[in-house]
């Protein structure tokens, strides 16, 4: 079964800087995909960027990108210039193939300081 | 927001009574899925659908049954809730490689 690992509880950040957030994750699968989602305060889940697996090329969205370290299954997100608005649950997830069932770790909660 | 509602949002029930989920989409998606979101565990897997009548058990199935008769709809059921079962309620829809949420649903057994 695949585990998925956040290490770091909470993290804080000021307005305009970068942060990075952490994920590893356990796998026997040679293809699969890795996501993020943002959980703000309304609860809504979001899916943020997701990166597959067979690409080498790192994920990018606007302020958020990934850095895919396959062979140490890391998959951390960065957000640059952080803005009050991230300020969220954020959730890393696996996922064995496209539709299939995700596995997720147990959440970063980032606050975004003025 | 992918066309998924929930409902009930919001509901509290006492111990040992049936209580039931629905989640509502509109875009004819085949693979369905319900989470629970605890504090400390993320979102774990109850239960999933693969089409009209075909579901299968996630990692935490205990206490819980799904149906789904139609495409659009796939339905939780707590057949005698227990206050281990007071949670957050996700349903999800799978559009390619990712998931799409619904807004949720705040369970709380008394």
């Known amino acids: 079964a695949q585990t998925v690992t956040q290490s770091q509880p909470e993290m804080s950040v000021q307005e305009a800087e970068t942060v990075t957030l952490s994920c590893t994750y356990d796998?026997?699968?040679?293809?699969?995909?890795l996501f993020w989602y943002k959980q703000p305060p309304s609860r809504q889940m979001i899916l943020v960027i997701r990166?597959?697996?067979?690409?080498?090329q790192n994920a990018t969205e606007n302020r958020f990108s990934v850095n895919f370290q396959k062979a140490a299954k890391s998959f951390s997100l960065k957000i640059s210039d952080s803005q009050l608005g991230d300020t969220a649950m954020y959730f890393c997830a696996f996922g064995e193939t496209s539709g299939s069932r995700l596995t997720f770790g147990e959440g970063t909660q980032l606050t975004v300081n003025p | 927001d992918a066309g998924i509602t929930q409902s009930p949002r919001h509901k509290v029930t006492e111990t040992g009574t049936p209580v039931t989920l629905r989640c509502h989409q509109t875009e004819n998606h085949r693979y369905m899925y319900w989470y629970r979101q605890d504090p400390g565990h993320g979102l774990r897997l109850i239960h999933y659908s693969y089409g009209v009548k075909d579901t299968d058990k996630g990692e935490v199935s205990d206490g819980y049954s799904v149906s789904r008769s139609k495409t659009e709809d796939f339905l939780l059921t707590l057949e005698s809730a227990t206050s281990s079962q007071t949670s957050v309620y996700f349903c999800a829809i799978s559009v390619g490689p990712g998931q799409y949420f619904g807004p949720g649903t705040r369970l709380t057994v008394t």
């Open positions: 990166q597959e697996a067979y690409k080498q």
């Open positions: 796998t026997s699968e040679n293809n699969y995909y």
